[in-house]
């Protein structure tokens, strides 16, 4: 194994040591559990972003924004520990560590990141 990624695999260690948490990807499929796919238990970080409202006010710098609520979350999954995990979009993510366990479903996958998989997560509805 190359040095760098000797570094890389320790710094994603120590990561997952202080930052994961226990998730459960239920695979879906029209709006339904996918029988044909396996409920997937990881423990990974999942990180959070602060929700926020903007309007649609343009200001001096030409700069508009259309009263989007912004936020969301992303899992970031370590190939080594989860080769080829089967997650897909509209899959449903529910944190079992978190209060009230919080649930959002998968926009996107970035599998192409160096280093993690990249999970995208929007609202669950």
């Given at each position: 194994?190359?040095?760098?990624?000797?570094?890389?695999?320790?710094?994603?260690?120590?990561?997952?040591?202080?930052?994961?948490?226990?998730?459960?990807?239920?695979?879906?499929n029209g709006g339904r559990q996918d029988q044909t796919r396996?409920?997937?238990?990881?423990?990974?970080?999942?990180?959070?972003?602060?929700?926020?409202?903007?309007?649609?006010?343009?200001?001096?710098?030409?700069?508009f924004n259309a009263n989007v609520r912004v936020g969301g979350?992303?899992?970031?999954?370590?190939?080594?520990?989860?080769?080829?995990?089967?997650?897909?979009?509209?899959?449903?993510v529910v944190a079992l560590d978190r209060p009230g366990e919080?649930?959002?479903?998968?926009?996107?996958?970035?599998?192409?990141?160096?280093?993690?998989?990249?999970?995208?997560?929007?609202?669950?509805?």
């Open positions: 194994m190359p040095r760098f990624d000797q570094y890389r695999q320790k710094l994603f260690s120590a990561v997952d040591d202080m930052h994961a948490e226990r998730v459960r990807v239920f695979p879906m396996t409920v997937l238990d990881l423990m990974v970080p999942l990180k959070t972003a602060d929700r926020e409202s903007q309007n649609l006010s343009g200001d001096r710098s030409g700069d979350a992303r899992l970031l999954i370590d190939p080594s520990t989860y080769p080829n995990p089967d997650i897909r979009e509209k899959d449903r919080p649930a959002w479903k998968v926009s996107s996958i970035d599998s192409k990141s160096n280093g993690r998989i990249i999970i995208n997560l929007g609202d669950a509805n």
